[in-house]
């Protein structure tokens, strides 16, 4: 998942700074060559990518899936004990990035003046930041620091650099405030996205990883509406507030939820061998999808007291 968001990363970096370059002949320019890339990308899938799915499965997972209502899987993914949860940060992490990457253009506009050229240069320059991270960076991170620290290092870091973007007076501030909000944004996005295709069986991996990518997309809807009329109707300070809040509400939550599934009294006694942790701290059962191991010591200290 790293690599796959470097991958990500270095489209960031690629993306607006050609942007920014073909806009010399035209603000459509850009969109005409994206949509040729696009074009492009859909005939080299047909052509090179492969089913993930054997052979002898497919049948009886198609009728499997003709027999039951294309809501039905999104409702049930949303009440799974490890993997809701982390649909629906994914979906919040997802609305305030978003918000974020389409206003960004708007922003530099009106709040320090900046050329389309020029913004397309930052946005690389996040982009990176972002690549750095999610290529190299998250490998030596995860070997040293359980991943649910590192989600909460990242929640709290981005709801403080989303605040500072919203109040960058100048660009050497913009310049220093994206460090932090990309190196959280890339640790977030890697950890939430690895955990939720390990938090279902391997059959269902598929079905939840499209519904994550649905609800993003949805998100990449409502995000450049929203934002926009924040910045037309309030200020450009807003975008960046609002996704400060969202992120500051996910936290919350995250939190409470920890604390609601502490290990149960009626195991206090039990071998906790088969205990462990998913990405949020939250104590589970290890044949659970999603759960990890986690150092006995830990877990000792969450024995009920008696």
Same mark, same amino acid.
């Given at each position: 998942?790293?690599?796959? +968001? &470097?991958?990500?990363?270095?489209?960031?970096?690629?993306?607006? &700074?050609?942007?920014?370059?073909?806009?010399?002949?035209?603000?459509?320019?850009?969109?005409?060559?994206?949509?040729?890339?696009?074009?492009?990308?859909?005939?080299?899938?047909?052509i090179f990518l492969p089913e993930s799915?054997?052979?002898? @499965?497919?049948?009886?997972?198609?009728? %499997?899936?003709?027999?039951?209502?294309? /809501?039905?899987?999104?409702?049930? &993914?949303?009440?799974?004990?490890?993997?809701?949860?982390? /649909?629906?940060?994914?979906?919040?992490?997802?609305?305030?990035?978003?918000?974020?990457?389409?206003?960004?253009?708007?922003?530099?506009?009106? #709040?320090?003046?900046?050329?389309?050229?020029?913004? +397309?240069?930052?946005?690389?320059?996040?982009?990176? $930041?972002?690549?750095?991270?999610?290529?190299?960076?998250?490998?030596?991170?995860? @070997?040293?620091?359980?991943?649910?620290?590192?989600?909460?290092?990242?929640?709290?870091? /981005?709801?403080?650099?989303?605040?500072?973007?919203?109040?960058?007076?100048?660009?050497?501030?913009?310049?220093?405030?994206?460090?932090? /909000?990309?190196?959280?944004?890339?640790?977030?996005?890697? $950890?939430?996205?690895?955990?939720?295709?390990?938090?279902?069986?391997?059959?269902?991996?598929?079905?939840?990883?499209?519904?994550?990518a649905a609800m993003e997309s949805i998100?990449?809807?409502?995000?450049?509406?929203?934002? +926009?009329?924040?910045?037309?109707?309030?200020?450009?300070?807003?975008?960046g507030l609002l996704s400060a809040i969202?992120?500051?509400?996910?936290?919350?939550?995250?939190?409470?939820?920890?604390?609601?599934?502490?290990?149960?009294?009626?195991?206090?006694?039990?071998?906790?061998?088969?205990?462990?942790?998913?990405?949020?701290? #939250?104590?589970?059962?290890?044949?659970?999808?999603?759960?990890?191991?986690?150092?006995?010591?830990?877990?000792?200290?969450?024995?009920? %007291?008696?």
């Open positions: 998942m790293g690599m796959i +968001g &470097a991958a990500f990363g270095l489209g960031f970096i690629l993306g607006p &700074a050609s942007g920014g370059f073909l806009s010399h002949w035209g603000y459509a320019v850009p969109a005409f060559v994206s949509a040729g890339l696009s074009l492009m990308n859909l005939f080299m899938i047909s799915l054997p052979k002898e @499965k497919r049948v009886h997972h198609l009728s %499997e899936a003709k027999r039951n209502h294309p /809501l039905k899987g999104l409702t049930a &993914a949303f009440t799974k004990p490890i993997a809701g949860p982390i /649909l629906s940060s994914i979906i919040v992490f997802s609305l305030s990035m978003s918000m974020f990457e389409s206003v960004f253009s708007l922003f530099a506009k009106q #709040r320090l003046e900046l050329s389309a050229q020029n913004t +397309g240069f930052i946005l690389a320059y996040v982009g990176v $930041l972002v690549a750095g991270i999610q290529g190299g960076g998250m490998g030596m991170l995860t @070997k040293r620091f359980p991943e649910n620290v590192l989600v909460r290092f990242a929640l709290i870091t /981005l709801t403080l650099s989303y605040i500072g973007w919203a109040l960058s007076p100048n660009v050497v501030v913009l310049m220093i405030v994206l460090v932090p /909000l990309s190196i959280s944004s890339g640790i977030l996005s890697t $950890l939430l996205r690895s955990s939720l295709s390990k938090a279902v069986p391997t059959n269902e991996t598929g079905e939840i990883m499209g519904i994550s998100t990449r809807i409502v995000a450049p509406a929203l934002g +926009g009329w924040l910045i037309g109707s309030l200020s450009s300070a807003a975008p969202l992120i500051a509400g996910l936290t919350i939550y995250l939190i409470v939820l920890q604390k609601k599934h502490r290990l149960p009294s009626h195991i206090a006694e039990a071998d906790l061998s088969d205990i462990g942790i998913d990405v949020f701290g #939250r104590s589970c059962f290890l044949s659970d999808p999603g759960c990890s191991m986690v150092d006995s010591n830990d877990m000792e200290a969450e024995r009920p %007291e008696k």
